[in-house]
């Protein structure tokens, strides 16, 4: 009997530890999709809404590191000129490795972002990511 109830503490720990992981995963990729909805509507607020005021962005292409609010002045053009209908972007998301526990997580993948301009244009960029993320603990 003993031996039965060790069994099913075990098998209890692990499929709560198997929810959480779901659940985990599930509200990161919420994440994701609102950062892809973000960049497809052109809705700056939300994208840089997403961001820590104090995060940094490391760019690998030109080996420098700077503040996220330079990133995102540098990249608000871009939304406001597909909420205007002038160009259409998207972005994806692929990920490689995906850590994390119930309040943190460390994702690495890639990301590839489109434009098409008024004239039929397109423009790709697809480059690595690393993303150190945070639980806000105010909205979920």
């Known amino acids: 009997m003993k031996n039965f109830l060790k069994l099913a503490l075990v098998i209890f720990c692990c499929s709560n530890q198997a929810y959480g992981n779901e659940q985990t995963l599930a509200e990161l990729d919420?994440?994701?999709t609102e950062a892809e909805r973000a960049v497809l509507e052109g809705d700056f607020a939300a994208y840089k809404a997403s961001y820590h005021e104090d995060a940094v962005l490391v760019s690998g292409f030109k080996n420098v590191s700077y503040p996220i609010a330079t990133a995102l002045a540098r990249w608000q053009q871009g939304f406001d000129d597909t909420k205007a209908g002038k160009i259409t972007a998207s972005v994806e998301f692929r990920f490689s490795q995906r850590a994390h526990d119930q309040t943190t997580a460390h994702e690495t993948g890639m990301f590839f972002y489109?434009?098409?301009d008024g004239d039929g244009k397109k423009s790709d960029f697809i480059?690595?990511?690393d993303a150190l993320l945070v639980k806000n603990r105010v909205n979920g």
């Open 127 to 129: 480059a690595h990511m």
């Open 30 to 32: 919420a994440y994701w």
């Open 114 to 116: 489109s434009t098409t």
